[in-house]
């Protein structure tokens, strides 16, 4: 296993170039299956997620050739329709190709996947969102069989605003008979990225961003180019890491629009922010401010900020409370942070976090993907060398992580 080794105590300062949205690319990809012809994308963040995407498109008869971060994907072979279970294992999110494999061909296998280490990851809501569409659901032994002779649009309620449920009901009623709506939809913007990415391929969706969705089912989708959005938890990472370390950064090719909880938060805890099109300049300040967070649904603060958020409070002046509100075991990333001298206190889903004058380096192991990129920005903001274990996970989300790193002016290496 891969580990980082960080030396901290610099701050971050520089530039860094924001990549396209791992959120936002995986159920892009798997709606490529829809058109059954050529897609070609751009932006799309060359990380372990995609390459999984990539794989099991390959396994399953799709032809995929990448040239840096734009991929040409081809799925007009296509002629298995299950997810192989070893592949589905290794990344619960794959689970997104079943509502385009059963949209196209109505007919998709795949075994049920696992839980991970930020909670159960139930996936009853996309169950039920198929039932609705006339899918027939069969479990056996831990496998899952969807079939149907057609699929007939219908008024789908999500019990919860789910974005996996949502993304899945879209991609299974594209190709439906009638009209699908969706309410109770989440309303994330790699929502909107997906409707727009499937409009310009010929289908008939609105309302993503809003908690109601529309889908004319249409016959036939066709070939189409489009360009990801940028990844907002990625934006959201680096401009902690600036918040952390006293630093000034500007970030580039970022959507501001997509992070205004984030940046309220960082202005609340003493930051400025000048903010453009697609860009912005962070200066921080000497010494933070606690300020108390509540993760929501979007276009609440995000789940996937509440570690790295979580991480930049243990050096503020105060005492910050956290209330995780999405998964039920999302602080794994804590102990972690204790060794290094943080002061945190979990009651159920609540953290209690007194900030501390510094963290100190030590030997410390990524728990999951964000808890990993929590680890990071503790590092560079600690007293002395740490040594970051497990980093897979990090290389899971973020493109690039160390070049960039290095590029404010850090000294991180990667040690194999
Ligand atoms: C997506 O996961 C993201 N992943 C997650 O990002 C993100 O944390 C999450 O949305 C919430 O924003 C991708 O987009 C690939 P959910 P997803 O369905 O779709 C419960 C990262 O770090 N639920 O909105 O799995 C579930 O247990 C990852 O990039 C059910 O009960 O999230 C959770 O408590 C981590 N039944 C809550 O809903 C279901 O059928 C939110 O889950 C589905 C979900």
Not at 70 to 87: A, F, G, R
Not at 348 to 354: E, N, Q
Request: proline share 3%; hydrophobic share 40%; net charge positive.
């Amino acid at each position: 296993m891969a580990k980082y080794i960080i030396k901290g105590g610099s701050k971050a300062q520089g530039e860094v170039t924001i990549s396209g949205s791992k959120n936002a690319a995986l159920p892009i990809i798997a709606a490529t299956i829809l058109n059954g012809g050529k897609t070609t994308l751009y932006n799309v963040p060359k990380i372990h997620d995609t390459e999984m995407m990539f794989e099991i498109l390959k396994k399953i008869g799709g032809k995929v050739t990448k040239k840096e971060n734009k991929v040409i994907i081809e799925t007009s072979k296509i002629n298995k329709y299950e997810i192989p279970d070893d592949l589905m294992r290794q990344m619960r999110s794959s689970v997104i190709f079943v509502g385009s494999i059963v949209g196209k061909y109505k007919k998709a296998k795949f075994s049920y996947p696992g839980g991970c280490d930020i909670g159960t990851r139930p996936i009853d809501l996309h169950l039920k969102a198929f039932e609705k569409l006339g899918i027939n659901i069969s479990k056996n032994y831990g496998n899952i069989s969807c079939s149907c002779d057609r699929i007939i649009g219908e008024n789908i309620d999500l019990e919860f605003p789910s974005v996996g449920a949502t993304e899945n009901a879209i991609l299974a009623s594209c190709l439906a008979e009638g009209k699908t709506t969706i309410t109770n939809a989440a309303r994330e913007p790699e929502i909107i990225d997906l409707q727009s990415f499937l409009n310009k391929m010929g289908a008939k969706i609105k309302g993503a961003g809003s908690n109601i969705i529309e889908i004319e089912g249409v016959k036939h989708l066709k070939d189409v180019s489009y360009n990801i959005m940028p990844d907002r938890i990625e934006a959201g990472t680096f401009l902690c890491m600036a918040a952390m370390t006293s630093g000034n950064i500007k970030l580039k090719k970022v959507n501001p629009s997509h992070i205004t909880p984030i940046i309220d938060k960082l202005e609340e805890a003493g930051c400025k922010m000048t903010i453009d099109k697609n860009e912005i300049d962070i200066i921080a300040p000497k010494k933070l401010k606690a300020v108390d967070i509540k993760t929501m649904p979007y276009p609440g603060f995000p789940t996937d900020m509440q570690s790295i958020f979580a991480t930049i409070l243990c050096t503020a002046k105060g005492t910050s409370i956290i209330v995780e509100n999405i998964f039920e075991n999302r602080y794994k990333y804590v102990q972690e942070l204790i060794r290094m001298g943080a002061k945190i206190k979990i009651e159920s889903r609540t953290a209690v976090i007194k900030g501390v004058k510094k963290l100190y380096g030590a030997n410390v192991k990524a728990t999951d993907l964000r808890g990993g990129a929590s680890m990071v920005l503790a590092a560079i903001a600690a007293k002395g060398t740490t040594t970051i274990e497990n980093i897979e996970y990090i290389l899971r989300g973020y493109e690039k992580f160390d070049k960039k790193i290095r590029d404010l002016g850090i000294d991180i290496k990667i040690e194999e």
